[in-house]
């Protein structure tokens, strides 16, 4: 059986020419993200690690997105060590007041999350950019340190699960259609298999609906590799 849309790219950025379900493998990072609440925590271990710069300052990305502008002393404090951080390192996508929005709606906007890419973010709903193509999960904040230092993450190979959706959606039900997906799935689905989205009420969806799709995934239990994708050309047995 040929590999899954997921796997390759975990091979591609691992440096391998094929990877199998259940083998562990260090990949490279293309985008590292975290927001307010969670990048403060990172940048603690970051420096308990004794790291004295980051991997690239351009796919290290900080949106302060939860709690501004700041509602109280501790989320100012939050946000002034990030943007302590972002100048300390130069980090190019960093985005404060006045320039912030959704996180998982700024980066697709930008163009900083695109086809292919492997990306981590220290927040659960970053399997949205599964809806561009792209292998995204959430991760700790201890996992987002040591990939903005490094630009690297370890990974066990997942399986897939294909979900297909016949019909057509009409709004607003799309993230409502992907919540019920989870309860109905939650004791179905076993942690470490993103689930790949076909039939023609996923693929014919546009991109918004398809981000509120993905988005909605990590209500699942265990988020991890709650990531999915919208492709019509994958088969049943995973091939392309």
Not at 101 to 123: F, M, Y
Request: with cysteine; charged share 20%.
């Amino acid at each position: 059986m040929g590999m899954t849309q997921t796997q390759k790219i975990l091979a591609a950025h691992a440096g391998l020419a094929e990877v199998k379900a259940g083998q562990l493998i260090n990949a490279k990072l293309d985008i590292v993200l975290g927001n307010d609440i969670t990048t403060p925590v990172a940048i603690n271990e970051f420096e308990k690690a004794g790291f004295n710069g980051v991997f690239d300052k351009e796919h290290i990305a900080i949106v302060l997105d939860h709690f501004v502008p700041n509602k109280d002393i501790k989320s100012a404090t939050q946000s002034k060590q990030c943007r302590e951080f972002a100048n300390k390192y130069d980090i190019l996508n960093f985005y404060d007041v006045g320039q912030m929005g959704i996180e998982h709606a700024l980066l697709p906007e930008k163009g900083i999350v695109t086809a292919g890419d492997c990306v981590i973010g220290a927040d659960s709903h970053t399997c949205t950019y599964g809806a561009l193509g792209a292998f995204s999960t959430g991760v700790g904040s201890t996992d987002m340190a040591a990939g903005m230092a490094k630009g690297m993450a370890w990974f066990k190979v997942p399986a897939a699960i294909k979900v297909e959706l016949k019909g057509q959606l009409h709004k607003p039900v799309t993230g409502t259609v992907s919540c019920s997906r989870c309860g109905v799935c939650k004791n179905a689905l076993p942690p470490f298999r993103p689930d790949c989205c076909g039939g023609p009420a996923f693929c014919n969806s546009k991109a918004d609906g398809r981000g509120t799709s993905r988005s909605c995934t990590d209500t699942d239990r265990d988020h991890r590799y709650r990531h999915s994708f919208c492709r019509p050309e994958i088969s049943d047995d995973g091939q392309r």
